[in-house]
């Protein structure tokens, strides 16, 4: 049985920073890739970015591009996400995911994963 447990999330000022971590138990970490999507009330989850499993590879989405950075700790089946100048809309509960892609287009994709976590709150005040 996998889990996915967040943790980080809290309400911060614009332009200011925060890292959210998952951690991963149950199925062989270091083989799959993790993502980070994020769900505002009232909109769909959107994918934010997604590390394969060696970390040589990411993808981001062109909103939060250049400003989060997605990286792992295969020894520590942790998954995280930093994320700088944040903006109001990112606020929103930011989700991981474990799962394989075929693809690295599909990296982005909420239907390319198979285990998620609880989420946690990302609030951003203006």
């Known amino acids: 049985q996998v889990q996915l447990v967040e943790s980080g999330g809290g309400l911060v000022q614009a332009g200011g920073s925060l890292r959210i971590s998952c951690v991963a138990s149950g199925r062989t970490f270091s083989r799959t890739v993790m993502g980070w999507f994020r769900q505002a009330p009232g909109k769909e989850r959107e994918s934010v970015a997604a590390?394969?499993?060696?970390?040589?590879?990411?993808y981001y989405a062109d909103s939060v591009k250049g400003r989060f950075t997605i990286f792992r700790d295969n020894g520590k089946s942790t998954v995280y996400l930093q994320m700088n100048s944040l903006k109001p809309e990112d606020t929103a509960v930011y989700y991981c995911?474990?799962?394989?892609?075929?693809?690295?287009?599909?990296?982005?994709?909420?239907?390319?994963?198979?285990?998620w976590g609880q989420g946690t709150q990302v609030t951003v005040s203006s």
């Open positions: 995911a474990q799962g394989a892609p075929p693809t690295a287009q599909a990296m982005g994709k909420p239907s390319a994963y198979d285990y």
């Open positions: 590390i394969n499993w060696s970390g040589g590879s990411a």
